[in-house]
Every structure is written in C-alpha cells, then in structure tokens.
C-alpha cells in the first residue's frame, strides 16, 4: 500500500495513470500533478478510482517541495520533460522522498543529453538513503533490461548491442511526431555517436543507415544510426563490452520534411527576434504541428524495439535477439493513447512496482540494467508487453 505523486499529464503521463490505478494494492493512492491541472482532471476521468490532481510548476523547486511535503508520497514518479529533471531530483533530495523517471536530463538550451548530470547525484542520495531509478520507459528502459536478462541468461560474455527502434505505423499526416516535436527533433538532428572499442564515435545526423527486416512478417524499413542515452549506461554496466548502437526508422516522406524544416530555421533551439519579440522557432514549431495526442485515434500499424546481441556462451559465439511488437490501434482501445506512449508508459508503471514492492532497492542513483531483471520480464508479459527471443545465424 503506497501513495505516489505522478509529475507530467501528456500522453505517457495519461498511459501512466491508468495503469497504476489498476493496482490498488500497490499504488493505493495517485496523486497527478502539471502545469495545466485541466489535462490532469482529464486523466483522471479515465480512471476507475478517483485520482487527486494538482496543479505544478516543476521548474519551480520550492514548489515541488511544497507539494512533496503536502502529499507525503512513498515515490514521485517524473513523466515530465526531461529539462526538469533536475529540479525534481532536487525536491526528492530535499524531502527524502525515492525518485524515478523515463528519460535523462537534458538541457533547454543545448540539444544534448548525458547520464552524467544525475549521475553526479549518486553520493547524496546515498547519503540521504533514497534510491533514483533513472530511464524507466522502453529506449531507455526495457532495452537495458532486455540486456541484462541476456547477460544473465544467455551469454557468458556480451560483445556487441545494437538496439533497433522501429515504427511501421502510420497517422495519415503529412508531418507530425509521435511524442513531444521538441523533444523528438532535438533528438532526431542531433549528431549520432556510438561506443566502439573503449570510445565514442561522432557520425553527422542520419548518416548512416541500413535496411533491417522486421520479424514476423512486418515487412523492411530503413533505420538509422543515432545517439540514444541508454548506450552510455550499458557502456558503464555491462561488462566485456565492444561495440554498441542504437538504430530508430523514419520514413522517406518523414525526413524530407525534416531536412526542409531544418534547412529553413525552423529547427533551431536558439532565439531569434520577431516583430520585436524573441522566440524559439523549434518550440513556435511545437505550436503548429499536431498535438501527438491527438494521433491516437488516427494510428495503425505496429511497433517493434529491441535488441540484437552478439556474444559469446560456453566458448562459442551467439548472435540473440529480443524483442516487443505493440500494436496502435490495440493500445488506443485500451488507454486511449497509441502504442509511443504506451510503450514508455507500462514500464514506467512496472519501475515504480518494482521500487514500492522493493523488489528492487538500494540507495543511490540506479539505471535499470543494474538489477535483477527477471521480476521485470515477467511483469512486462502480464500488463501488456509480452517479448519474444530468437537465437540468430549471421
């Protein structure tokens, strides 16, 4: 029997919510917090059970402590942008309160993001004796613990990970993002980079790409090679090492639009003056394109993420790979949210589990392939992402 305090009502945050009130012996209590306490009140309409909803700044520390101490919850659960990621560790610190979230800390004016800002958190929390899980959602999130399930039952050695990120869905819109547009452009047009041999190597954006054939008769899509923060922890995490990737697809028509928008400005995260005011075009961007929940209901198809490990069991090599299919149209019927946010949702929900059950605890600041992955596999099956694995001949 817990109390948890859920900071983000976008579309994850609604996948989130749902899910969590389905298990009122572990989160017996929900509270829901974000800048519009309307989109809050909206999620929880959705719910079975009543859910408390607030209204939070979470840029505003002394606000997110006011709230913590208000609420007194067991975990704050971040759903949030990843700018404020910061600030919300920071409010944990400061009320001694466990923290998780689904992706790493980047800052709003810099299009890079790196574990080492919150990993810098580790002695306090120690010290505090609250735990951190940090990257809860799928890429990072199930992937790292798709890895760690292979180390442990697999391979006596993992050489090689390339984690592959596919949507063969489709919303019918000339140009749209299926999560956050700022988060995901920042992203998608930063510089790829890869850990090879003890070292990061840089690629320019999408410059490197191949075709990979989906499992299950999904059919082939060109994926491209980017930087994605679950490789900078495994790279610290999982031991013998060699090489690891991260590849997500797009299509033709996806990036041409990318390509002109970048070539136009549109694209920048620095502020230019207009009519005597200063803007950002990428978030002015943000207020044109469609609202990504606003495609649930317009998305067929399916997703497919997971990973490609080259290894070494008993003496001899081993080519695996694991992974999920998530069907849209099947995740909107279920939460009203196509299958991005449901598949970053349901593992945010199976961290928080893992943590209130303490099925995994510590204090300090963890990434998800530093515990015992087996309770996570066999939760991912029973809330709505069963994975499958195939041993592999090159």
Same mark, same amino acid.
């Given at each position: ?134 990257? /809860? ?32 869905? /489709? ?35 999408? /410059? ?187």
């Amino acid at each position: 029997m817990s109390k948890v305090l859920i900071i983000g009502a976008g579309g994850v945050g609604s996948v989130v919510v749902q899910k969590c009130a389905l298990l009122p012996d572990v989160f017996s209590e929900i509270v829901l917090a974000s800048r519009t306490k309307s989109k809050c009140d909206a999620i929880a309409a959705l719910c079975s059970r009543p859910i408390e909803t607030a209204q939070l700044d979470a840029d505003n520390v002394p606000e997110l402590i006011a709230l913590i101490q208000r609420v007194k919850p067991d975990l704050v659960m971040n759903i949030a942008l990843p700018y404020q990621d910061l600030h919300i560790m920071d409010a944990c610190l400061a009320t001694g309160v466990d923290y998780m979230d689904t992706a790493n800390y980047e800052p709003p004016d810099e299009a890079r993001f790196c574990y080492r800002w919150q990993w810098d958190y580790q002695d306090r929390f120690k010290e505090k004796g609250i735990m951190a899980l940090l990257g /809860s959602g799928f890429d990072p999130g199930v992937t790292s613990v798709f890895c760690s399930w292979a180390q442990k039952h697999h391979f006596d050695e993992i050489h090689e990970i390339d984690i592959i990120d596919c949507n063969a869905g /489709s919303h019918g819109q000339p140009f749209a993002t299926n999560f956050n547009p700022e988060i995901n452009i920042r992203e998608v047009t930063a510089k790829g980079r890869y850990w090879e041999k003890g070292q990061w190597i840089e690629t320019a954006p999408l /410059s490197v790409k191949q075709e990979f054939e989906m499992p299950e008769n999904l059919g082939k899509l060109n994926i491209y090679l980017m930087y994605h923060e679950e490789l900078e922890s495994l790279a610290a995490h999982i031991p013998h090492l060699k090489k690891a990737r991260f590849w997500m697809s797009f299509s033709d028509n996806y990036l041409k639009h990318l390509e002109v928008l970048g070539n136009i400005g549109m694209t920048r995260i620095d502020p230019v003056t207009f009519n005597g005011q200063e803007i950002i075009p990428l978030k002015f961007l943000k207020a044109l394109l469609p609202d990504p929940g606003s495609l649930g209901p317009l998305t067929t198809g399916k997703t497919c993420i997971g990973c490609r490990i080259k290894g070494i069991k008993d003496g001899k090599e081993r080519l695996y790979y694991i992974y999920n299919i998530c069907d849209h149209a099947a995740c909107y019927a279920e939460v009203s949210s196509q299958a991005i946010s449901y598949t970053t949702g349901v593992p945010a929900m199976i961290g928080a589990k893992m943590m209130l059950t303490q099925q995994w605890k510590g204090s300090g600041v963890f990434n998800m392939e530093q515990f015992d992955p087996d309770p996570f596999m066999d939760a991912l099956k029973q809330y709505g992402l069963p994975w499958k694995e195939v041993f592999l001949s090159e």
